[in-house]
């Protein structure tokens, strides 16, 4: 990979953290790989300084653990950090998609729509599921509209992507997600915040035990 080129709208390490994070996400490096700090230094033409500020940033978001004397290693998320994170995970989007249930405006109402039959239209693609799936949540996160609890999602769906691709890759998961996702639309659409949050809460149980 070429020299990074100096961007003046951000730090340096928030854009090596960027590209560390996105290939962490690809697999790339792979969770529980150590990070070569001078291999990547040269790579990307910098000095090892700001890289291992970035390898801060990723640390904080659980993306990374620092090791004493041995360095940083890409996290491997055990079954326990899974459970945790998705018990947390049920517990702030059901609180989300039932306030959205309440005050989402016929506009936002309508692009949640949207996204829901777009995500309908790319089951046969998982990486584009992927993608629609995550815009879908956001959209119903930005609806609710708490600042605070989108910072924790954001962050705890950074740890659910080191295992993502493994919650789709049961047999039938897809199209058990798509039900999920209707009937969370349909509560959506009656005005039913009990329903709405619960069907959420149901949605985040099944993932679980797909990726577990």
């Known amino acids: 990979m ?17 590209l560390l994070r996105e290939r962490i996400f690809r697999q790339e490096l792979k969770p529980g790989s150590w990070i070569d700090e001078l291999k990547l230094a040269e790579e990307y033409g910098i000095s090892r300084t700001p890289l291992r500020e970035a390898l801060k940033v990723l640390a904080t978001e659980g993306l990374v653990t620092m090791k004493l004397r041995r360095g940083a290693y890409v996290t491997e ?7 945790e994170v998705y018990h947390l995970l049920a517990l702030l989007e059901s609180d989300a998609a039932s306030v959205a249930a309440e005050r989402a ?13 777009r995500l309908a239209a790319a089951s046969s693609d998982r990486e584009e599921f992927f993608r629609i799936n995550e815009a879908f949540h956001r959209k119903l996160l930005a609806v609710a509209d708490n600042r605070w609890r989108e910072q924790m999602v954001a962050d705890l769906r950074k740890v659910m992507k080191l295992n993502r691709h493994h919650s789709l890759l049961k047999a039938g998961r897809i199209d058990e997600s798509l039900a999920e996702h209707a009937a969370i639309m349909q509560a959506l659409e009656q005005r ?8 959420m809460r149901e949605h985040f149980r099944n993932g679980l035990q797909a990726a577990a």
């Open 2 to 18: 070429a020299a990074l080129a100096p961007l003046s709208s951000r730090a340096l390490y928030e854009e090596v953290a960027e």
């Open 77 to 83: 998320v055990s079954e326990r950090d899974l459970a």
């Open 105 to 117: 405006s016929p506009q936002q109402m309508r692009e949640l729509q949207e996204l829901h039959h």
């Open 192 to 199: 039913d915040p009990s329903e709405a949050g619960a069907r």
